[in-house]
């Protein structure tokens, strides 16, 4: 992160006003934060934060604001701060004062602002009473247990800490495939519109869909003549924190948030997710944060070759060049060179001598290969399949008709079952299911069995009122049960059996991770034998950036859920399609696809928004070799109906 994701940004050249309204609201956030780090007075502290908030919650133009006058108007805006912010705004210069700021903190200390749960007041306390003045240093203070016994801290706060430690690590490692796909799709769309681009495409992992990003990737196509007006176009483009490099053919970049021009924001996240990725403080650390960003500049004729290169995945490239190898080829980012006519010539210099190709599939027919697809060129089996036409048909959003595992206001839900049901009509689907949070899961609410029942009800009233105008549309009534000792559910018997279906899911993470994997695996099988067992719930309770799941074999829950199958019972394991989750991984989508366990994607929305998370699991279950087939989402509410009963 650059500066812990604390950098004054640079002007954009076309002003007044030079700076957005986002990125003057940020600015006086950090000025806040650095005063309060350097132990300034409290009441000049707040002046900035109210400004702060003031500022990133107007409408109207910042230019406008200072040349009507309004700007000093404003309550809380005096003389000193609106003169300053006048300057940044009508000539693109940072007061001094500011800048000063910002580079005599110690990076370390700013760094440490980046831990969840830790604030300016106590990183100064830390500093003063114990020298600490870094994360690693901090780190080594809370497991020499130094921290506990300072006044106000305690063990409890010293624990949070080192947790928060190894938060901030996997965060700054990698970022999630919403997030880096947020990102890389508004950085593709900026540069496309640049003058004298022909094409701009975001590659690497992102475009593969794995479900965490290292950095971006994106290849931009472009004559030879545009090629330096481009470059110079790039690096002024808003949202670029800093520049690592910037070569011939390759510039490197950091961007924040500012690139959102709406700004940035996190929709409603369960409180089971929020709790494992840094608490209240995660929408903070997201606003902050910065990923890395690499961006190729080759001529339209290279684009191909560079796009599938840089695509990748590694093993991917590195059986694809044994295979032009055995046929006398060379493949690399410059193109598929034959042996015989480029000799010892290497790069853009043998690249004259390329096979053309005007697309990925030229390239990929040259070597006698379908065109694969980004999401599987993982190296497990894509090459094989491709050489001989046998390429899954993968799953995509216009097959999936409905999802079994959402929720209402009955328990954590933002939404009523009617607006829950309303959106998903809209969405083209035929069918909702609501699977609630059961009774012991109290912070999210889990219902009683009384009103469960009696959701049950009003589900049938409605979906008696549909069949009777004809409307093709359904709710199915479950219940998300949380998995008791012994495997138990959580409500009696004769109360499941008045559902259409259960998703049994683990939610006391902290009991089942500290146990081993064959208890965990054992009492997970045993839940699966409850005959009202219809879904295994994110199977092992992952959440990414956040924490790992507990440990199982679940290679031997699958087996044991196709036996099942087999033997008519239907028992199909979810693919949880938050993007804090997708869990089942997709490397295990295969598996069970193998296996003969049906997968059902499930959005587990708890808003009407989050009913659109659908599309993330839609990626992991393509990356995962699904066909329609393989879901329960393709099939109708009739067809649906019958194999839950
Ligand atoms: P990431 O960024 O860690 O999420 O994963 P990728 O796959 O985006 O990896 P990255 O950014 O290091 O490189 C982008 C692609 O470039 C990668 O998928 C394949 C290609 N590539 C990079 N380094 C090598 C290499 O040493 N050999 C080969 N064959 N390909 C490479
Ligand atoms: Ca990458
Ligand atoms: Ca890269
Ligand atoms: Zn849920």
């Given at each position: 992160m650059a500066g812990g994701g604390f950098s004054?940004?640079?002007?954009?050249?076309?002003?007044?006003?030079?700076?957005?309204?986002?990125?003057?609201?940020?600015?006086?956030?950090?000025?806040?934060?650095?005063?309060?780090?350097?132990?300034?007075?409290?009441?000049?502290?707040?002046?900035?934060?109210?400004?702060?908030?003031?500022?990133?919650?107007?409408?109207?133009?910042?230019?406008?604001?200072?040349?009507?006058?309004?700007?000093?108007?404003?309550?809380?805006?005096?003389?000193?701060?609106?003169?300053?912010?006048?300057?940044?705004?009508?000539?693109?210069?940072?007061?001094?004062?500011?800048?000063?700021?910002?580079?005599?903190?110690?990076?370390?200390?700013?760094?440490?602002?980046?831990?969840?749960?830790?604030?300016?007041?106590?990183?100064?306390?830390?500093?003063?009473?114990?020298g600490v003045d870094?994360?690693?240093?901090?780190?080594?203070?809370?497991?020499?247990?130094?921290i506990a016994p300072m006044k106000g801290f305690g063990k409890k706060s010293q624990q949070r800490m080192l947790d928060g430690i190894e938060l901030l690590a996997r965060f700054r490692a990698r970022r999630r495939l919403d997030v880096?796909?947020?990102?890389?799709?508004?950085?593709?769309?900026?540069?496309?519109?640049?003058?004298?681009?022909?094409?701009?495409?975001?590659?690497?992992?992102?475009?593969?869909?794995?479900?965490?990003?290292?950095?971006?990737?994106?290849?931009?196509?472009?004559?030879?003549?545009?090629?330096?007006?481009?470059?110079?176009?790039?690096?002024?483009?808003?949202?670029?924190?800093?520049?690592?490099?910037?070569?011939?053919?390759k510039i490197s970049l950091i961007l924040d948030t500012s690139i959102f021009d709406g700004g940035f924001t996190v929709g409603h996240i369960d409180p089971n997710v929020l709790d494992a990725i840094g608490g209240e403080d995660y929408e903070q650390l997201e606003s902050g944060g910065t990923i890395d960003a690499q961006v190729r500049l080759?001529?339209?004729?290279?684009?191909?070759?560079?796009?599938?290169?840089?695509?990748?995945?590694?093993e991917h490239n590195i059986a694809m060049r044994q295979r032009a190898i055995d046929r006398g080829l060379k493949l690399n980012e410059f193109g598929l060179i034959p042996d015989a006519k480029a000799g010892d010539l290497k790069g853009m210099a043998a690249a004259k001598f390329s096979l053309q190709a005007s697309n990925e599939e030229e390239i990929y027919r040259h070597l006698e290969l379908d065109w694969v697809t980004p999401e599987l060129r993982e190296?497990?089996?894509?090459?094989?399949?491709?050489?001989?036409?046998?390429?899954?048909?993968?799953?995509?959003?216009?097959?999936?008709r409905g999802a079994l595992h959402n929720h209402t206001t009955l328990s954590d839900g933002e939404a009523s079952l009617e607006e829950?049901?309303?959106?998903?009509?809209?969405?083209?689907?035929?069918?909702?299911?609501?699977?609630?949070?059961?009774?012991?899961?109290?912070?999210?609410?889990?219902?009683?069995?009384?009103?469960?029942?009696?959701?049950?009800?009003?589900?049938?009233?409605?979906?008696?009122?549909?069949?009777?105008?004809?409307?093709?549309?359904?709710?199915?009534?479950?219940v998300e049960s949380d998995i008791l000792e012994g495997g138990k559910l959580d409500h009696p018997d004769d109360v499941l059996s008045q559902l259409d279906y259960t998703v049994a899911s683990v939610h006391a993470l902290s009991k089942w991770k500290a146990r081993d994997e064959l208890q965990n695996t054992e009492e997970l099988m045993q839940c699966i034998d409850h005959p009202s067992t219809t879904v295994l719930g994110h199977p092992t309770g992952r959440i990414l950036q956040g924490r790992d799941g507990y440990e199982v074999d679940l290679f031997a829950v699958l087996e044991h859920m196709a036996e099942h199958n087999e033997e008519g019972r239907l028992k199909a394991v979810e693919l949880n399609a938050s993007?804090?989750?997708?869990?089942?991984?997709?490397?295990?989508?295969?598996?069970?696809?193998?296996?003969?366990?049906?997968?059902?994607?499930?959005?587990?929305?708890?808003?009407i928004r989050g009913l659109a998370d659908i599309s993330y699991g839609v990626m992991a279950a393509r990356k995962g070799w699904i066909e329609p087939h393989d879901v329960l989402n393709s099939l109708g509410g009739e067809e649906l109906s019958l194999r839950l009963s």
């Amino acid at each position: 992160m650059a500066g812990g994701g604390f950098s004054l940004p640079k002007a954009r050249p076309s002003g007044p006003p030079y700076f957005s309204r986002n990125q003057i609201a940020t600015v006086m956030h950090q000025v806040a934060v650095l005063l309060e780090l350097n132990g300034a007075n409290v009441f000049r502290v707040r002046s900035y934060q109210n400004a702060s908030r003031m500022l990133g919650g107007l409408t109207e133009d910042l230019g406008e604001l200072v040349t009507t006058g309004r700007l000093f108007e404003m309550k809380g805006i005096g003389k000193g701060l609106g003169s300053a912010l006048t300057q940044a705004i009508m000539d693109g210069k940072w007061p001094s004062d500011w800048v000063e700021l910002h580079s005599s903190t110690p990076q370390g200390l700013i760094e440490m602002l980046g831990i969840p749960g830790l604030g300016p007041k106590r990183i100064k306390l830390m500093n003063e009473e114990l020298g600490v003045d870094s994360v690693a240093s901090l780190k080594e203070a809370a497991t020499d247990g130094l921290i506990a016994p300072m006044k106000g801290f305690g063990k409890k706060s010293q624990q949070r800490m080192l947790d928060g430690i190894e938060l901030l690590a996997r965060f700054r490692a990698r970022r999630r495939l919403d997030v880096g796909l947020m990102y890389g799709e508004a950085f593709q769309s900026k540069i496309s519109s640049i003058e004298g681009v022909l094409k701009a495409q975001l590659a690497g992992s992102a475009r593969r869909r794995k479900e965490t990003i290292g950095d971006l990737d994106l290849v931009v196509a472009v004559e030879d003549e545009h090629h330096e007006s481009v470059a110079e176009a790039i690096l002024s483009l808003p949202g670029i924190a800093d520049v690592k490099g910037a070569g011939d053919s390759k510039i490197s970049l950091i961007l924040d948030t500012s690139i959102f021009d709406g700004g940035f924001t996190v929709g409603h996240i369960d409180p089971n997710v929020l709790d494992a990725i840094g608490g209240e403080d995660y929408e903070q650390l997201e606003s902050g944060g910065t990923i890395d960003a690499q961006v190729r500049l080759v001529t339209p004729e290279v684009f191909p070759f560079t796009l599938a290169y840089f695509t990748g995945s590694k093993e991917h490239n590195i059986a694809m060049r044994q295979r032009a190898i055995d046929r006398g080829l060379k493949l690399n980012e410059f193109g598929l060179i034959p042996d015989a006519k480029a000799g010892d010539l290497k790069g853009m210099a043998a690249a004259k001598f390329s096979l053309q190709a005007s697309n990925e599939e030229e390239i990929y027919r040259h070597l006698e290969l379908d065109w694969v697809t980004p999401e599987l060129r993982e190296d497990t089996g894509e090459i094989a399949a491709a050489e001989s036409s046998a390429l899954p048909e993968l799953l995509t959003g216009l097959d999936i008709r409905g999802a079994l595992h959402n929720h209402t206001t009955l328990s954590d839900g933002e939404a009523s079952l009617e607006e829950m049901a309303d959106t998903a009509r809209k969405m083209g689907w035929n069918w909702l299911g609501i699977a609630d949070h059961s009774p012991t899961l109290k912070i999210a609410n889990g219902a009683s069995a009384e009103d469960l029942l009696e959701q049950g009800e009003t589900i049938r009233r409605y979906n008696a009122s549909w069949a009777e105008e004809g409307t093709d549309f359904r709710l199915f009534h479950g219940v998300e049960s949380d998995i008791l000792e012994g495997g138990k559910l959580d409500h009696p018997d004769d109360v499941l059996s008045q559902l259409d279906y259960t998703v049994a899911s683990v939610h006391a993470l902290s009991k089942w991770k500290a146990r081993d994997e064959l208890q965990n695996t054992e009492e997970l099988m045993q839940c699966i034998d409850h005959p009202s067992t219809t879904v295994l719930g994110h199977p092992t309770g992952r959440i990414l950036q956040g924490r790992d799941g507990y440990e199982v074999d679940l290679f031997a829950v699958l087996e044991h859920m196709a036996e099942h199958n087999e033997e008519g019972r239907l028992k199909a394991v979810e693919l949880n399609a938050s993007p804090y989750r997708l869990d089942l991984d997709w490397r295990l989508c295969k598996h069970a696809k193998g296996l003969g366990v049906p997968v059902i994607i499930n959005p587990d929305a708890h808003s009407i928004r989050g009913l659109a998370d659908i599309s993330y699991g839609v990626m992991a279950a393509r990356k995962g070799w699904i066909e329609p087939h393989d879901v329960l989402n393709s099939l109708g509410g009739e067809e649906l109906s019958l194999r839950l009963s």
